[in-house]
């Protein structure tokens, strides 16, 4: 009796394991194509230089540790007594300000230490796995990625970025359509 239930539960989850959404093999190429842009995207220094695993924002498209000692701190947002708001503003600085200033959006900050974001680096395969691992993306849904991705100020910030810094190279709106793109068909993944 107990086996038979055992069996059930078995070949039940094996079915669920293999239902995902069916794409053709076609569709699935695409993805991959379009994941492959997601990818070029998440490894820009705009946005790698955040989504690191060490504790110390990087600066440049040399993606060097940030000057003076700047940390992550408890919540992201640098140490109790240097948080990163006591030199990045809301906004870039106008223009007539030293390249080197500050740049500036809203809610400039790290991830948190408990859950780092940090995909600076990895391999096509682990990136496309931890952006949909909800234990590691800040508990976000494909719609609520999707909307970060559209709309996130620290995102945007990457084609808007102040100074003689180079903005991210693929238009935004093409990124959001390739993240679409590549969520539609069940957001696969590319082999390792
Ligand atoms: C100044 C630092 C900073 C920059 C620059 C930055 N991010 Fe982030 N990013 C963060 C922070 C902080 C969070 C966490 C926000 C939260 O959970 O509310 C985050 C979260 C995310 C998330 C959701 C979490 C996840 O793991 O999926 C995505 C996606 C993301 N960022 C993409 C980008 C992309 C793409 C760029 C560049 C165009 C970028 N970020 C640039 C700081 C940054
Ligand atoms: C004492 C002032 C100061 C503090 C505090 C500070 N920053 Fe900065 N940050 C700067 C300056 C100045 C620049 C620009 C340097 C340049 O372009 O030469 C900069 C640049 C950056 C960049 C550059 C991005 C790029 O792509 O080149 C990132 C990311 C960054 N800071 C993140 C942070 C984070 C996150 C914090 C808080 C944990 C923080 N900073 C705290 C002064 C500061």
Redesign the pocket.
């Given at each position: 009796m107990r086996a038979a239930a055992l069996f059930l539960i078995a070949a039940l989850s094996l079915s669920l394991a293999a239902c995902g959404p069916r794409i053709s093999a076609e569709q699935k190429a695409q993805a991959l194509q379009s994941f492959a842009t997601v990818e070029q995207v998440f490894q820009h220094?705009?946005c790698s230089?955040?989504h690191i695993p060490g504790d110390q924002?990087?600066?440049?498209d040399s993606q060097t540790p940030?000057m003076?000692n700047?940390?992550?701190?408890p919540e992201g947002?640098?140490a109790p007594g240097?948080?990163?708001s006591?030199?990045?503003g809301e906004a870039n600085p106008p223009a007539g300000y030293s390249a080197?200033?500050?740049?500036g959006a809203p809610h400039?900050?790290?991830p948190p230490p408990d859950h780092k974001m940090a995909w600076i680096g990895l391999p096509a395969h682990e990136l496309c796995a931890m952006i949909q691992d909800r234990k590691r993306n800040g508990d976000r849904d494909m719609p609520a990625l999707i909307k970060h991705v559209s709309e996130d100020k620290l995102v945007l910030w990457g084609w808007n970025?102040g100074?003689n810094?180079v903005p991210v190279p693929v238009p935004h709106d093409r990124f959001v359509a390739a993240f679409k793109t590549w969520a539609d068909a069940g957001a696969p993944c590319p082999s390792p």
């Open positions: 220094p705009r230089n955040c924002p990087l600066q440049f940030h003076m700047v940390v992550r701190g947002k640098g240097q948080p990163c006591t030199c990045h080197h200033a500050p740049p400039w900050q790290l970025p100074g810094r």
